[in-house]
């Protein structure tokens, strides 16, 4: 067992292999993206946060339920090592700021299923 949690936790600091990871969006608190940004020195007008702090710099898309596309998204934050585990056990693969959560309609509500994409999607990539 402590193999497999090594090995889990190995992967928290490798950029995803897959073209693309299935599962759950949750969202910050109301101006914590805005303030993860500042303090990292971007000039973004939104962001994201994966799971792996290996992914951190990239681009990003997300396929909401409803088929809309969201994105390019930078990966400008992480989940914290402690917590990689946590959240790749609950499926949850992204976060989202709040005001993303308002416009996309889960805020308040929870997670919501998404794709996350790493490469711009193509007509007809699914």
């Known amino acids: 067992m402590a193999a497999i949690v090594i090995a ?3 992967g928290w600091s490798q950029p995803t292999e897959a073209d693309a990871l299935e599962g759950y969006a ?4 109301p101006g914590v993206m805005d303030t993860v940004i500042s303090n990292r020195g971007f000039g973004y007008a939104d962001g994201i946060a994966l799971n792996g702090a290996g992914d951190m710099g990239r681009n990003v898309w997300l396929v909401w339920k409803d088929g809309t596309i969201t994105g ?3 990966v400008v934050d992480c989940a914290q090592e402690n ?3 946590d959240r790749e056990r609950q499926g949850r693969v992204a976060e989202v700021s709040a005001e993303l959560a ?12 998404v794709t996350v994409l790493f490469e ?3 007509m007809g990539w699914n």
Do not use: C, D, I, W
């Open 8 to 10: 889990l936790l190995a």
């Open 26 to 29: 949750t969202y910050m608190s």
């Open 72 to 74: 390019p998204l930078p």
């Open 83 to 85: 917590h990689y585990l």
């Open 102 to 113: 308002q416009e996309k309609n889960f805020y308040g509500v929870g997670p919501v299923p």
């Open 120 to 122: 711009a999607p193509r």
